[in-house]
């Protein structure tokens, strides 16, 4: 079945985004990435001039399977940025919160509607603790769920194997479908941890349902 994928662009004239001043700039550093999902993409040319007329330099980002300079993915977020801090054009914090988690770098978003704000590093902070948690318990583990999705640019079934390989002494259960519903899992109550392989943002939505979760590339880094 051939797929059609329909961009959803925001219908908002580009210069009505929300200028930053002085003091907003000044938190961001001298050097800032920008990004923002596909819905506010217009929107990223006339933020780097108002960046630039507050001296900043902007360094835009794109992931391997966007289409576009600046954009963003859930599952295709940048690991490495030559920037200061990040900064998020959208109305929400699933991609920012992801941005935080992958970089290391200060996150803020811009809300194209009004509102500028930074990612909470606390909360950051928790997440990587759940992380490391949730990573001893993976090395003394006997059972492993791999969830691995059939969506282009989200398949990792080489990924799979590889771990596979790299653990011979555990049982590893390959878990495949188009789309994740992670309530699904709490049916294999048989699985010590999972590895998730597909879109790096579910790995949180399935610690939230109280089960063990840690990234596919954290477990072949081990």
């Known amino acids: 079945m051939k797929r059609i994928f329909i961009e959803a662009r925001a219908k908002l004239k580009p210069d009505a985004i929300p200028k930053l001043g002085k003091n ?4 961001l550093g001298k050097r800032v990435a920008i990004v923002s999902s596909v819905q506010f993409l217009s929107f990223l040319p006339a933020l ?3 960046l630039e007329k507050h001296g900043l330099s902007v360094v835009p980002l794109k992931g391997r399977h966007s289409k576009y300079e600046g954009q963003v993915l859930g599952c295709d977020l940048p690991g490495k940025v030559d920037a200061e801090s990040i900064l998020y054009v959208g109305d929400g914090v699933f991609h920012a919160e992801g941005l935080a988690l992958r970089t290391d770098k200060p996150v ?6 009004g509102g500028f704000f930074q990612i909470d590093h606390k909360k950051i902070e928790e997440e990587k603790k759940r992380e490391k948690g949730n990573l ?3 090395l003394s583990a006997s059972r492993i769920g791999v969830i691995i999705s059939t969506k282009p640019g989200q398949s990792a079934l080489d990924q799979a194997k590889k771990l596979e390989k790299k653990y011979p002494d555990k049982e590893f259960y390959m878990l495949i479908g188009d789309t994740i519903d992670v309530n699904r899992l709490l049916d294999f109550k048989f699985v010590e941890v999972f590895v998730n392989s597909a879109c790096p943002r579910l790995t949180a939505d399935i610690r939230e349902k109280g089960l063990k979760a840690i990234g596919i590339e954290t477990a072949l880094k081990l």
Request: glycine residues 6%; neutral net charge; charged residues 25%.
């Open 24 to 27: 907003e700039c000044g938190k």
């Open 48 to 50: 780097r001039e108002n």
């Open 108 to 113: 803020f978003v811009l809300n194209p509607t």
């Open 136 to 138: 001893i318990a993976f």
